[in-house]
Structure formats: structure tokens, C-alpha cells
């Protein structure tokens, strides 16, 4: 009877430790979510870019822009887009303009991603 | 079948558990909990953490010495100051050519007329330097308690400028590789020492914690390929070793057709995986310098130096 | 911009000299063009002259395809001790400059 007892305890305390530890726990990043995180940027964009205009696209693209360069964190590309898109807008070129603006926006999504990681991620580097 | 009214012995045990056990559960709990914040919470939130158990540069420093000496166990490390010519044998002969009648050599005369002409008010660059500014470059970069950042002597060089009336020098224009050529030079066979004060600590951990950051589209740290790739190829190049990153400044590359500093190699790193470089001789960069010199302690200074 | 002296060392080995020059130059094609958008006058080492004791040892005709600051190495033979090694240069605008040294 007693055992009983003491074995329903340490399976509560047991399960109770387990989802502890595994709720608290922080995924190792692995390439495979890194890949997808990038994937879910890219889904992301691909979304917004049924609803959202070209106009749209590279205002949102700029404010994140300077977003990553308030952190240290721009890519050169996003600029280079961005122009790539304004400069197709003028020639009338709309196709042109939409695919430079997608990669604008997820070139700032990403470096915004990149600069949030970047937190913590380089303590993985460190030689020890 | 029939069901069972109670869990298990006597006392219905959901409504009226045992004291005992009841005490064990909370105690185990809780230190569960305790377990999984401490994990979580704690260490990781703030940017220059100033943890004591974590701040050791010198304990960084030998780490990084340990970790070249087994990647490169057939190198001296004291050869490391010769970047990837103290990897690669091809390389190094066709260096050690131009070394014969290097190209800085028209540069370091140059730097030496400059240095030696007057501001508008009388007063020069020996004025505000140590021992006249020879043989000091080896102090560079310091952390300046009163100004509360770090000093890199190409922004000494501005900060005597600026003392004086003169206007500033581009950080990578040719006048100032020319004063810090001839500053080098005077400087060669001296070797990197320097102290970083309590006061420093946040500065260095800025440094440490850009150089091991990814960046750019190609998301790069420095630590990717000057650690980890440290001695591999990087398209026709092979990737120098750290500890020899700040000895040999500023360079001759043939590449920019003049001198460059270290923070000019700094934009270029960072422009080549898809970053945009940064300011030089602003925080960050002065900062980078300051944990990248550190791990050069004990390196010779020869400067300027010449690349490809 | 007054011209800037021939940087010039040598030394013998079995009765060959191995010359080095380094020569300050700006060596301008006269095709470049500056920040503003102007061309950059052309300003180029047209010929250069290496004598050996007073005697024409090699003649080069350079011209704009040549880089800045021209590295120049040459070898000749019957060289001994105590001679007298000139390397000079004329350029397109007329500046010469040039360096003499004497063989260890």
C-alpha cells in the first residue's frame, strides 16, 4: 500500500520534472530550423505580396532598413533592391518591380532576424 | 470490469494526500522550477554583461592561442603576424619578393615629411604622443578613463588634430596611412602588451561579442572563417589566423593601390559578406580593434606591412 | 608635384649584379577620370636609362600601361666591386629624377 503510494508520488514528481525541464528547455538551433526560419521569412513575404503593393512593399522594406541599421545589423542588398525596384516602377516594368521589391523586404526581414539572433547566438562561437 | 473507487491504499489520495508525501511534492517541485529559471532567465538578457565569472580576458586570449597552435601545428606562432603567408608557401615567396623593395617604403618617407610639419599654431604631431610618437604604436588601442571609450591611434591622430585647430583626416584617406606608416615603422620589433582596466571590461565584451556575431547575407561571423575555417581557402585566398590580425598595420595592398588601416579591412570584411560596413573609427569598430589587439598580446609589431 | 629620387639597390652575385629599383611615379594614363568627372592628365615615365660606370647598360621605353610606382629589377653581367650603378628616368612632361650607387 505504502508503495503504491510512493510510486504514484515519484510518478507525479517524475512527470512533473520532465515537463519542467522540457518546457523551460531552448532548442539548440540547428540548420534545419534555420532553413526554415528562413522559409517562413520568404512564406511571409510571399503572403503579403498578393495583398500588399510594390509601393507598399518597399516602405516597409525601408523602415526595416533603418531598423537594421539603427543595430548594426543592414545588408547591402536591401538598398540595392530597393533602388532595383524604384528604378523598374519607373520604366513601367511591374513584374520586375514586384520581384526586386520581395527581395528587398525579405533581405531587411532577414537582417532584422539575423541582428534578434545575433543576441545570443555568437556565445556558440566562443573558443573555449 | 469494475473501476477503481480509489487510487491506491487506504486514504483517498487525490482529496487527502499524506502530509509526508505531500511535502516531498512540493519540495521537488520547486526545485524543479528553480532549476529551469535559473537555465532560462539569469544569464542572457543583457548586451555587455558584466558577469565576473565570464570576464576574463586573458583566459579568451590563451584559449585563442591554444586553438591556433593545434589547427597550425606546424607554424610558429609568432609567424601568425604574417597573416596567410605564414600559412601558405606559394604565397609567402611571392610576398617575400615584394618585401625586398616593398611598396610602403615611398609611404613611410612620405609619413615622415608630414609628421614632422607644424599645425597653423606652431605645435605637431610629437607634441601630443609619448616619446614624441616613436616607437609607441604598440600602446594602441588604450581604454581612456576620463573620455570613457577606447583610443586607436588613427583616432589619436585626430584627437591631436582636432587639440590644435587642424581639421581631421580622413580615416581612410592616404595622409593618414602615411603618419600611421611612419608611426609603424618606428614601431617594428615592439611588442603588443595591453592592459585592459575594469573600467574597459565593457568595451572589450562589446568587441568580443561583434567579432563572434553573424552578419550579412552571407551571415558571417569573423570567428566563421578566421577561427573555424582558420587556414582553409576562401576562393583563391587562404584564411589568416586572429593573433596576427593587428600587428601589421597599415598595409599596402595591392588590391587598393595604397595604404589602408585595420578599420578599411574592417568594411571590406564586412562588405564582402553582404553587411554594411560601419563607421571607421567610430564605437564599434574601436571597440572590434580592442578585443582583436588583446588577442595579439605578445605578437611583434611589423608594420606597415604588404598584400596582395 | 616635384619629382621624387630613384629608389635603387643592388648586389653581385658570381660577377652578375642584381639591380632593384623602386620609382616614385604617379604614372597617369591621361584616361582616368577624377571624382569631379575630369580627365586626369596623362603623366607617365617615357623612357628609362641604367649605366654602368658612365656606360648605357639597358635603355626601356615605357609608357601609360605601366603602374604606379614602377618596381623595376635587372640584371648585368661583368660586374665587379666598386662600380658605379645610374638608374634614370625622363617622363612625358619633361621631369627627370634619378639615383647612383656604388656595388659592395
Same mark, same amino acid.
Given at each position: 500500500m505504502n508503495s503504491k503510494a510512493i510510486a504514484f508520488d515519484m510518478t507525479l514528481v517524475f512527470a512533473m520534472l520532465v515537463l519542467t525541464v522540457v518546457g523551460c528547455s531552448e532548442p539548440t538551433r540547428s540548420v534545419v530550423e534555420a532553413h526554415s526560419e528562413g522559409e517562413m521569412t520568404t512564406r511571409a513575404t510571399a503572403r503579403l505580396s498578393g495583398v500588399e503593393s510594390v509601393e507598399e512593399m518597399l516602405n516597409d522594406a525601408e523602415m526595416k532598413y533603418r531598423e537594421a541599421q539603427q543595430l548594426e *545589423? /543592414?545588408?547591402?542588398a536591401t538598398p540595392k533592391h530597393v533602388q532595383a525596384a524604384r528604378k523598374a516602377l519607373q520604366a513601367n516594368d511591374q513584374k520586375a518591380a514586384m520581384t526586386a521589391a520581395k527581395r528587398a523586404l525579405h533581405s531587411a526581414n532577414a537582417s532584422l532576424a539575423q541582428a534578434m539572433r545575433g543576441e545570443d547566438e555568437w556565445r556558440n562561437h566562443v573558443v573555449k | 470490469m469494475k473501476a477503481p473507487k480509489r487510487m491506491c491504499g487506504k486514504s483517498d489520495r487525490l482529496f487527502n494526500i499524506a502530509p509526508l508525501t505531500a511535502m516531498k511534492t512540493i519540495v521537488l517541485t520547486l526545485a524543479c522550477l528553480l532549476v529551469a529559471l535559473h537555465v532560462h532567465g539569469v544569464e542572457n538578457t543583457l548586451e555587455d554583461s558584466t558577469n565576473a565569472a565570464e570576464d576574463n580576458p586573458e583566459a579568451d586570449r590563451l584559449a585563442m592561442v591554444e586553438y591556433y597552435k593545434k589547427r597550425f601545428p606546424n607554424i610558429e606562432l609568432a609567424e601568425h603576424n604574417n597573416g596567410a603567408y605564414a600559412i601558405d608557401a606559394g604565397k609567402r615567396a611571392q610576398w617575400l619578393e615584394i618585401e625586398e623593395f616593398p611598396p610602403y617604403e615611398i609611404d613611410v618617407d612620405e609619413g615622415e615629411n608630414l609628421f614632422s610639419i607644424p599645425f597653423a599654431n606652431g605645435k605637431g604631431y610629437a607634441d601630443c604622443f609619448a616619446n614624441k610618437g616613436m616607437g609607441v604604436k604598440q600602446n594602441y588601442p588604450y581604454f581612456d578613463a576620463d573620455r570613457s571609450e577606447v583610443i586607436t591611434l588613427d583616432y589619436a591622430i585626430n584627437i591631436c588634430r582636432e587639440r590644435h585647430g587642424e581639421k581631421p583626416l580622413d580615416y581612410l584617406g592616404e595622409e593618414m596611412g602615411y603618419i600611421t606608416a611612419y608611426m609603424a615603422f618606428t614601431s617594428r620589433g615592439k611588442y603588443f602588451n595591453i592592459n585592459i582596466p575594469d573600467a574597459g571590461l565593457p568595451s572589450y565584451n562589446k568587441g568580443k561579442k561583434f567579432y563572434y556575431t553573424r552578419r550579412g547575407q552571407l551571415d558571417f /561571423? #569573423?570567428?566563421? #572563417? *578566421?577561427?573555424? /575555417? /582558420? !587556414?582553409?581557402?576562401i576562393r583563391a585566398e587562404v584564411l589568416s589566423a586572429s593573433i596576427g590580425h593587428a600587428t601589421h598595420w597599415p598595409t599596402y595592398r595591392l588590391k587598393w593601390d595604397q595604404l589602408g588601416g585595420l578599420h578599411r579591412r574592417f568594411i571590406e570584411c564586412n562588405e564582402q559578406i553582404g553587411a554594411e560596413g560601419l563607421e571607421p573609427h567610430g564605437e564599434t569598430y574601436r571597440n572590434l580593434e580592442y578585443f582583436l589587439t588583446y588577442m595579439n598580446n605578445g605578437m611583434e609589431l611589423n608594420g606597415p606591412g604588404s598584400r596582395k | 608635384m616635384a619629382a621624387k629620387p630613384v629608389k635603387l639597390k643592388g648586389k653581385i652575385k658570381n660577377g652578375v649584379a642584381e639591380m632593384k629599383a623602386l620609382m616614385p611615379h604617379p604614372?597617369? %594614363? !591621361? %584616361?582616368r577620370r577624377d571624382s569631379s568627372g575630369d580627365l586626369v592628365q596623362a603623366h607617365y615615365i617615357e623612357s628609362v636609362t641604367c649605366e654602368h660606370n658612365g656606360v648605357v647598360a639597358l635603355k626601356a621605353d615605357w609608357g601609360p600601361s605601366v603602374s604606379k610606382n614602377p618596381y623595376f629589377a635587372f640584371k648585368f653581367l661583368n660586374a665587379t666591386s666598386g662600380d658605379k650603378v645610374k638608374v634614370s628616368w625622363i617622363d612625358n612632361r619633361g621631369e627627370t629624377a634619378d639615383k647612383e650607387i656604388t656595388l659592395k
Open positions: *545589423h /543592414a545588408w547591402k | /561571423a #569573423c570567428s566563421s #572563417c *578566421h577561427i573555424a /575555417a /582558420a !587556414g582553409n581557402l | 604614372m597617369e %594614363t !591621361g %584616361t
